[in-house]
């Protein structure tokens, strides 16, 4: 069974990430996180963090 769920953002993303995310390890779990952080400064596009955050899914 598959859960659907919505993330809007890479705040929620990252929430989810954090909080949720049962394997909290590996080079593109930690690429997800960096990238959502540099979206929520403003330093990198946002669509760089939904991209990783879904090869994660």
């Known amino acids: 069974m598959v859960s659907k769920i919505a993330i ?6 990252l929430r989810y990430l ?3 995310f049962e394997c ?8 997800a ?3 959502c ?10 669509e760089k963090s939904r991209v990783l955050f879904r090869r994660l899914w």
């Open 37 to 46: 952080n540099k979206a929520l400064r403003h330093r990198d596009d946002p």
């Open 8 to 13: 809007y953002g890479p705040a929620e993303a």
């Open 33 to 35: 996180v960096e990238a």
């Open 24 to 31: 909290r390890s590996g080079d593109l779990y930690w690429m």
């Open 18 to 20: 954090h909080e949720n």
